[in-house]
């Protein structure tokens, strides 16, 4: 395998509501010139730019290619886009880098979620037939998965107040969290029910935001950074598409894409779990023990750009490593509804 | 065929539109009468209507020109097809419209001449609604027509095609 590395992470604030466009633009602009000011590449020396992005939270067709506008696409560019999370863009970037046609890739990802009724535009992912046509929301969706676990005595909802009352503690020390704080599980726990057994800091909020990441791959890396987030794992998996065919409580691809990419002894993972009882069923699928900090950013409870916050927790868990604070990283995204689709990406140090 | 099972599933999603600010700009401007462009500060090209950011060179847009209601046709096609929705009996003339000092043309419609006679390179200048139908929108400009003026020539425009 060619060894790729992240170099570069910029995103935008993350906010209930931008007053910018659907396509991202304003958002996009001043992503990439943070991203060449961070790695001292210029737009000519990307070999490939790839986005992700949705049509659907943008109401309106082709809105990637408006997004477009962001870069400057002249001289002509090489680009791509994936209708799912930018962390699956990132990992279309990957592969062209393994093929050895390019050596640098930027990937963005952006998400007006304000836009529209998101739980509702989060129902057509769903299979067209017999679910979609019913509506379930995405917040539903998840609090019937949650009720499962509850009911199985996987977790309790103490364990998910904890879980949002470290997202909320760790976000204080994020400048572009949406939300932060220093509520105790208990304070939580005396909150009212969003959907039954969910509570509104159970869910992750509804925000608007984009990012962006660089991959360089072989020695130019070390050029760019001292210590550059090398990928030495990258997998993604997906469940069944019908809910009724699988254990919601429980997220087999995860597990999979975990072991494949080879999670072992990482310090740190941030996760993309829009629920907290999410992350649980995570933690335990992935094999992350007590003894690995979970999104010290704060992670999606405490912003959740669709179509970026996946990107962003590659971007985020590469700092780790950049700064020195960890040797060896995973960063995980979602897709789909109920942890249905999930990657796993692996970083480590030297 | 015919009696294959079907199943409809209507969908409906509301959406809030958000134009940017450049546009917003643009359109309480037009709304008085006034065309703003907006100026590329790497490439120096006036793009009409004001815009976010210069695709070509991946910046925001800079100062705001205020542009004639004149220019030229760059390239045409005249309607003759009738469709549903269709305001205005064929044939007649779809083109794009190059404001003097822009550098990008956008379309509009060309009457007061026969369809057949508009060229490349023609000169035409606005002609406005009535001040009391102003709104936000491009249609405040109901049509543009020939001026009579010696066409452009060719080379003077062939970077806007």
New interface residues.
């Given amino acids: 395998m060619r060894s790729v590395a992240v170099v570069g992470f910029a995103q935008a604030p993350n906010v209930r509501r ?5 396509n991202g ?2 958002m996009l ?1 001043p992503i ?2 943070e991203l060449y000011a961070q790695t001292g590449l210029e ?1 000519r020396d990307i070999g490939f730019f790839c986005s992700g992005s949705s049509d ?1 939270i943008a ?2 067709a082709f809105s990637f290619v408006m997004a ?7 001289p002509p560019i090489n680009e791509s886009h994936v209708e799912m999370d930018a962390a699956w863009a990132l990992y279309e970037a990957w592969v062209k880098l393994q093929t050895g046609e390019i050596d640098t890739a930027l990937v963005y990802g952006f998400g007006k979620s ?4 998101l739980r ?2 989060l129902s ?1 992912q769903l299979d ?2 017999y679910l ?2 019913l509506w379930p929301d995405s917040v539903s969706l998840a609090a019937l998965q949650c009720r499962l676990g509850l009911d199985a005595g996987k977790w309790g909802e103490k364990d998910m107040a904890e879980v949002v009352a470290r997202s909320r503690a760790d976000a204080r020390s994020n400048p572009n969290a949406q939300l932060s704080g220093d509520p105790t599980a208990d304070d939580l726990l005396g909150e009212p029910y969003l959907a039954d057994p969910l509570r509104r800091h159970d869910c992750a909020p509804i925000t608007d935001g984009a990012a962006g990441v660089v991959l360089v791959a072989g020695e130019r890396a070390n050029e760019i950074r001292d210590t550059p987030a090398w990928i030495t794992g990258f997998e993604h998996r997906i469940d069944a598409q019908n809910l009724g065919a699988r254990d919601l409580t429980t997220a087999p691809s995860a597990s999979s894409a975990a072991v494949a990419a080879g999670v072992d002894g990482a310090s740190v993972a941030e996760l993309h779990a829009p629920f907290s009882h999410q992350e649980l069923i995570l933690r335990e699928a992935m094999g992350l023990g007590g003894e690995v900090r979970i999104n010290p950013s704060g992670g999606p409870l405490c912003a959740n750009p669709m179509f970026a916050a996946g990107l962003i927790r590659i971007g985020e868990a590469a700092r780790r490593v950049w700064d020195g604070d960890a040797a060896k990283v995973v960063a995980h995204a979602t897709s789909g509804p109920c942890l249905q689709q999930n990657l796993v990406c692996v970083m480590e140090a030297g | 065929m015919s009696d294959a099972p079907m ?1 409809v ?1 209507p ?1 409906r ?9 450049s546009e917003t700009t643009f359109l309480t401007e037009v709304q008085r009468g006034r065309i703003l462009g907006q100026r590329c500060p790497v490439c120096s090209k006036v793009y009409v209507p004001a ?10 847009l800079g100062e705001f020109v205020e542009l004639p209601d004149r220019g030229i046709v760059t390239t045409f096609c005249v309607v003759n097809v009738p469709f549903l929705g269709q305001k205005i009996e064929p044939p007649y003339v779809a083109a794009y419209v190059l404001l003097d000092g822009a550098d990008i043309a956008f379309q509009h419609l060309i009457l007061g001449c026969p369809a057949d006679e508009v060229r490349m390179g023609m000169k035409i200048e606005a002609v406005w609604k009535p001040e009391a139908e102003w709104t936000t929108s491009m249609e405040n400009i109901d049509h543009f027509r020939p001026t009579g003026e010696p066409d452009a020539d060719f080379e003077t425009f062939s970077g806007h095609l």
């Fill in positions: 931008t007053t910018g466009t659907a633009v304003e602009v990439a010139h737009k659907y109401g309106r477009v506008d962001a870069i400057g696409a002249w304000s836009g529209s009724d509702r535009v057509l067209p037939y979609a046509p | 199943i599933t969908v999603l509301d959406y809030e539109y958000s134009v940017s600010e815009r976010a950011s210069c695709p070509t060179d991946g910046v925001f």
